[in-house]
């Protein structure tokens, strides 16, 4: 069943290699994820899942030591899922690499030197429906005796006119339904999240939401935010269930 949830943002502008000279504009975000694993850790999990966003084609199970990278932003940072495989014959070299979100999931990981548990992701599209997101997160509750789940993506990205999806009037209220929902590890909340206005304001957590929603069913954990901001007009939080 599921012991521990941590939910976090996943801009690669995390990750400070990206980010640069603005790497402290989220060093705050960052410190809420540290501590936010490490209510997963103390929960001592069996098996950590990591719950991502991912584009079309990218969806699906990635299994522990997977690769990714963050060459497509400009920068020589490769990450890996977890340990990687102690038989070489097991290496998933000749796999898909890890999505974006999977892989700022796998720097948080290793920036603060999980070893918890094992390890495994799951890429998670957006046109992935509510009832299908939550029977895939009470299957991903069975995986073990006890589970934790890393769970990455953004609220709406209309929050401003310099947002990625410029401003939209609907996003302020839809980002602050998430954020309490996650405060208070509001399940049916969560599964109310309206999937066609998420896709109009860009929200690419609703789906890895919703996912969590499903897998803590019947696991009576209590939810605290973390951190809430909405920089460069994005909805991003950090919340830590237990």
Avoid: N
Wanted: hydrophobic residues 45%.
């Amino acid at each position: 069943m599921l012991v521990a949830a941590a939910v976090c943002p996943a801009p690669p502008l995390l990750v400070p290699p990206v980010a640069a000279g603005a790497a402290g504009e989220l060093a705050d975000a960052r410190t809420a994820c540290s501590d936010a694993l490490a209510v997963l850790a103390a929960a001592r999990p069996d098996l950590l899942v990591v719950v991502g966003s991912a584009d079309p084609g990218e969806g699906g199970p990635y299994p522990q030591g997977t690769r990714g990278g963050f060459h497509g932003f400009g920068v020589d940072v490769e990450v890996r899922l977890g340990e990687p495989p102690t038989d070489p014959g097991t290496d998933p070299l000749s796999g898909p690499p890890l999505p974006t979100s999977l892989a700022v999931a796998a720097w948080l990981l290793g920036h603060t030197a999980w070893s918890g548990a094992p390890v495994e992701g799951l890429g998670v599209e957006e046109p992935l429906t509510t009832a299908r997101c939550l029977e895939t997160g009470r299957e991903l509750a069975t995986r073990a005796e006890r589970v934790a789940l890393l769970v990455m993506g953004d609220g709406s990205a209309c929050r401003t006119l310099k947002a990625p999806g410029y401003l939209d009037e609907r996003a302020a209220a839809f980002d602050e339904g998430a954020a309490k929902a996650l405060a208070a590890a509001d399940l049916p909340a969560l599964a109310a999240l309206d999937a066609d206005l998420a896709a109009e304001l860009k929200a690419a957590g609703r789906a890895p939401w919703q996912v969590l929603a499903g897998a803590a069913e019947g696991a009576g954990l209590e939810g605290r935010l973390l951190y809430e901001d909405a920089p460069y007009g994005v909805g991003y939080f950090v919340a830590a269930w237990s």
